[in-house]
Each structure stands twice: as structure tokens, then as C-alpha cells.
């Protein structure tokens, strides 16, 4: 099968989606569509012109969700691989030995979660970054050659989606924006950088175990507050 005759097939799966549910084709429609064509379990969309890609726009169950909502907190994970390096990042058995040293924490996280096998991809063009299409199993094994194929056909149409002036959601900051709030109102309060104050929100969501946009939502309710003082708790519920 050539490139194009590829192409026109999964954008044939995506239009299908759209239709569906009586829209425009979009870039979420790519991860309702990836997932049957390309036999994973669960796929998400991050967007984001910068390495992070942290603005979460579709996922297609809950273990997508934390999945992203993972990556996001601890730093480490495919997802940010794949957007910093701008390659695909195929895990395809988080129990193996290498992934277990690449992300010593996300991967045991991402597992307990209920994935087995995940794989990113950046979408790129030139030197604009757009975001990252995630994909997970629940059980171990690698991509097929042909499926891979299509994963990639699948990453390319979601970049090209995204960057269109017609495709953008309305929720495209939304998953972020407490989130940048609640950082901006730590540089304030603890008076520290932008990089320091992500840290710090980053540190209190894994001590914790909480997501990090609910840390985010309390410190901008102003139910939760941060300590400068590195000798002190994290922070504490007001």
C-alpha cells in the first residue's frame, strides 16, 4: 500500500468518525479512529507548541486520562520523550527492563494504571511542534509493521487537523489553564521562577498522590497553600 493510497484510507476512518457524530472532522476524531485501526486499547491527544504538550484534548477512557494526567505530574514518560525529541517512542512492554530504567517512575505508575505497552508520537511539522498522539494497550506487544503505518498516517492528519484554522476546540486550554493559573499565583507566593513554581505544584501533586490539575484547582480556590520554606510540609488545606 502506497503512502497515498494510506492516507486516504484513514482519512476515509476519520471523516467516518466525524459523520458520526455530525461534525467536522477534527483532531479528535483521530483518536476515536486510531484505536479499532491500529488494535490499542485507549489513545489520547496532547496539543501544545512547546516540548511539554501538557494541553490534554481528547482521551477515550480514564486510563488514557491518567495515563496523560501521569506524564504531566512526574515529569517523565513517552509522552514528553517523544515531543522532546520529536521521534516516536514505542514501549511495546513496560515491564522490560529498559523502560523500567527510562521512566523508573512513571512506568510501575502506568501499569498499576492498566497499561502495558504505550506508544507516542509527536506530531510535528518543520519545526513546529503540535502536540503528541498517544496510544496504550493492556497487554504487552509491539505495533505490527502495518499498523505502525497507519499509527504514523494517524499522528501526520491529527498535526495537520490541529493546525487548522478550523480545528480549533474550545477546550484546547481548558485541561491546562488552572493549571497555568495556579503556577502564576506561585511565583507570587513563594517568589520564585515560573520553572520553580511548576516544580513545586509538580512535588506536591506526587507527595500526595493527587492529580495535578486538582492541586492546581485548590491553590486557585485558595483552599490550598504552598510554603516557600523548603524545611517546611509541601503545604497544607486551608
Known sequence: MTYIERRGRVWGLIAGQAAARGGWASAADVCAAVVPAVEVTGAWLSAGLDAQAGHLLQVTDEVARQLADLQLTLGEGPLLD???????????????????VRWPVFGPAASQAGAAAVFAFP????????????????????????????????????????????????????????????????????????????????????????????????????????????????????
Open 82 to 100: 517523544a515531543s522532546g525529541s520529536s521521534g516516536p517512542v514505542l514501549a511495546s512492554d513496560l515491564a522490560d527492563g529498559e523502560w523500567e
Open 123 to 238: 506530531l510535528v511539522v518543520g519545526a513546529i511542534r503540535a502536540g503528541v498522539l498517544g496510544l496504550y494497550r493492556d497487554r504487552p506487544g509491539p505495533l505490527s509493521d502495518f499498523q505502525l503505518g497507519d499509527a504514523l498516517v494517524f499522528a501526520d492528519t491529527a498535526t495537520l487537523l490541529l493546525l487548522d484554522g478550523h480545528d480549533r476546540p474550545a477546550d484546547l486550554g481548558t485541561y491546562r489553564a488552572e493549571i497555568d493559573q495556579a503556577t502564576g499565583m506561585l511565583t507570587e507566593q513563594l517568589d520564585v521562577s515560573i520553572t520553580d513554581a511548576f516544580v513545586r505544584l509538580r512535588a506536591y501533586a506526587y507527595a500526595n498522590d493527587i492529580q495535578l490539575a486538582d492541586v492546581a484547582r485548590d491553590i486557585v480556590a485558595r483552599r490550598l497553600r504552598l510554603f516557600p520554606d523548603p524545611d517546611l510540609p509541601l503545604g497544607e488545606k486551608t
